[in-house]
């Protein structure tokens, strides 16, 4: 797909169209054909050992690696880097993770985070997740339901903090 066309389809600026098509570790694809064809595809790429994944607007061929796993990861790299090695003077300091995610690829992520939000999405329904705890989801779309979401979050947080000064 060009860069003009992926623009066009997601909305992205050229310059940011052109990074996006820079890819390593996964490759998305824009299904053009009927569900039946698309079955048949995700079982062929399976038996080659891809993992295929539906997300918000493409589906994805990769490896079996998630953002899931990519949320643990990074979040025991900073926890090393930050919360051991520095040995902050709080010693109540503790690592908390957010994950926001609108489609089937993010599920995974959002499992694996200690809040979880589902941004709303314009094409199709929340995906289901298998927690019933610290989730939330969003009325807004895109990056609107990012912010409304984080709002939310800082706001009872704050709450949160306030009433432990009070006792």
């Keep these: ?12 600026t050229l310059s940011e ?9 996964g490759e998305p694809i824009q299904w053009l054909g009927d569900k039946a064809t698309k079955q048949a595809f995700v079982h062929h790429m399976l038996d ?3 993992n295929v994944v539906q997300g918000g607007r493409f589906l994805h061929i990769g490896g079996y690696c998630d953002k899931g796993q990519a949320l643990l990861w990074l979040a025991e790299q900073y ?4 919360l051991e090695k520095n040995q902050t003077s709080d010693k109540n300091t503790s690592l908390c993770t957010i994950a926001l995610g609108d489609g089937e690829n993010d599920v995974p992520m959002l499992e694996a985070a200690d809040i979880a939000v ?3 999405s314009p094409v199709h329904e929340f995906p289901n997740l298998s927690r019933q705890y610290k989730t939330m989801q969003t009325t807004l779309y895109g990056p609107e339901g990012w912010v409304e979401a984080i709002q939310k979050i800082l706001a009872n947080s704050l709450v949160l903090d306030s009433s432990k000064a009070l006792n």
Excluded: H, N, P, V
């Design 118 to 120: 589902q941004i709303r």
């Design 79 to 82: 926890r090393e880097f930050y």
């Design 17 to 25: 169209a052109k990074r996006a098509k820079k890819r390593q570790y």
């Design 1 to 12: 797909m060009s860069e003009s066309a992926l623009s066009t389809l997601t909305g992205l």
């Design 48 to 50: 080659l050992g891809a």
